[in-house]
């Protein structure tokens, strides 16, 4: 039984430190493309907001299936977004600006797929990026939660919003992208190992049973 611990206490050692969280760039059709935030707390992998901007939800959805040019991938719900955010350093979802997550919010936006913000208000040009998601407070068939990061030219402020308007699923705009996710495939040496960690358990079990 002292052995059984010890292979446990040393699985569970692999396991944590192979753990830590971090979101990395992961290459989806071609090498260098780093078109996927991979993010290793939640295990889910992030398209580029690049690849579905100026694309209809509706056409994005329709691209989700067999031989879709999104196979893989499923729409991303508000509260994944969310924890994507948090996971990033980016806490404060207020529609406001802030001058206390600068450098988060402009790594998860150069990552995701900038684009230029143009609007009367405190700052006239600023770079965002915009994705619809599924859930949220309730609303039509024909609407979703466009979810905003944005980070303005004085290098200090943000804003970000989670439910603060909506946009048609049938609607295209260069501003506008759908949010993809997808789980992160498991590599086969981890299956392999903890295969061996369970098939070793069954057979210590068994001699401390007989």
Not at 7 to 24: D, G, H, P, Q, R
């Amino acid at each position: 039984m002292k052995y059984l611990t010890y292979l446990v206490k040393v699985a569970i050692f692999i396991y944590s430190t192979n753990s830590v969280a971090a979101l990395i760039d992961v290459d989806w059709k071609t090498n260098g493309d780093s078109l996927i935030i991979k993010d290793t707390e939640t295990a889910l992998q992030w398209l580029s907001l690049s690849e579905t901007a100026d694309i209809s939800y509706n056409d994005v959805v329709t691209n989700l299936g067999e031989d879709g040019v999104y196979q893989g991938f499923r729409l991303a719900t508000q509260s994944e977004v969310l924890q994507l955010w948090n996971n990033a350093g980016i806490t404060n979802t207020e529609r406001e600006w802030v001058t206390d997550q600068f450098v988060p919010v402009k790594n998860l936006v150069d990552r995701l797929g900038p684009t230029l913000m143009v609007e009367p208000g405190l700052f006239t040009f600023a770079t965002h990026t915009i994705g619809l998601v599924e859930g949220g407070p309730d609303l039509s068939n024909n609407e979703r939660w466009a979810m905003e990061l944005t980070y303005a030219n004085d290098d200090l402020s943000t804003r970000t919003s989670s439910h603060h308007y909506t946009w048609d699923v049938s609607s295209v705009n260069p501003h506008y992208s759908t949010y993809l996710v997808q789980a992160v495939p498991i590599p086969a040496a981890v299956w392999l190992f903890y295969s061996g960690f369970i098939g070793l358990f069954v057979v210590v079990k068994r001699k401390h049973c007989g």
